[in-house]
């Protein structure tokens, strides 16, 4: 079964600006989520 991932708290986690998680892998692929408080160049 799929745990619910709660990306609130993964977000607030974030302490030094930036941040690139692995929440799942699926098919040989993982799904990320990143987290940035300035933009992207």
Request: glycine share 2%; charged share 20%; no cysteine.
């Amino acid at each position: 079964m799929i745990q619910p991932i709660d990306y609130t708290t993964i977000a607030d986690a974030s302490r030094d600006g930036y941040m690139n998680r692995v929440l799942a892998s699926v098919n040989d692929h993982d799904v990320h989520v990143s987290v940035m408080d300035a933009p992207y160049r």
